[in-house]
Nanobody, 125 residues
């Protein structure tokens, strides 16, 4: 059974940094497309970043140059390094895994089959 457990969220001031982690079990992280998505109150869930099985990455335009997705295969863990955080980054952040290879659709929530419980990120101005 696939399980994903996020951690690392918190409250920071604008310009600060956080690193989110997602520990995966019941699957091999390197063999699946994985992603980070977020949902702010009153808004739809949106893709932030994703990493493919070949290690290539894709980012939403709103976070390019500020966020970095990475994967530690030995620890079976996915990360999201977030720098220069802005108030509009405030949201619940979810880790997700796809059972197929949704190339060109990596930032769509419908591409993912399993989700973590989420971790809250709050950025104050």
């Amino acid at each position: 059974q696939v399980q994903l457990a996020e951690s690392g969220g918190g409250s920071v001031q604008a310009g600060g940094s956080l690193r989110l982690s997602c520990a995966a079990s019941g699957m091999t992280a390197s063999s699946r497309y994985m992603g980070w998505l977020r949902q702010a109150p009153g808004k739809e869930r949106e893709g932030v970043a994703a990493i493919r099985t070949d290690g290539s990455t894709i980012y939403a335009d709103s976070v390019k140059g500020r966020f970095t997705i990475s994967r530690d295969n030995a620890k079976n863990t996915l990360y999201l390094q977030m720098n220069d955080l802005k108030p509009e980054d405030t949201a619940m952040y979810y880790c997700a895994v796809s059972l197929w290879s949704p190339r060109t659709r990596e930032l769509l929530q419908g591409s993912y089959n399993y989700w973590g419980q989420g971790t809250q990120v709050t950025v104050s101005s």
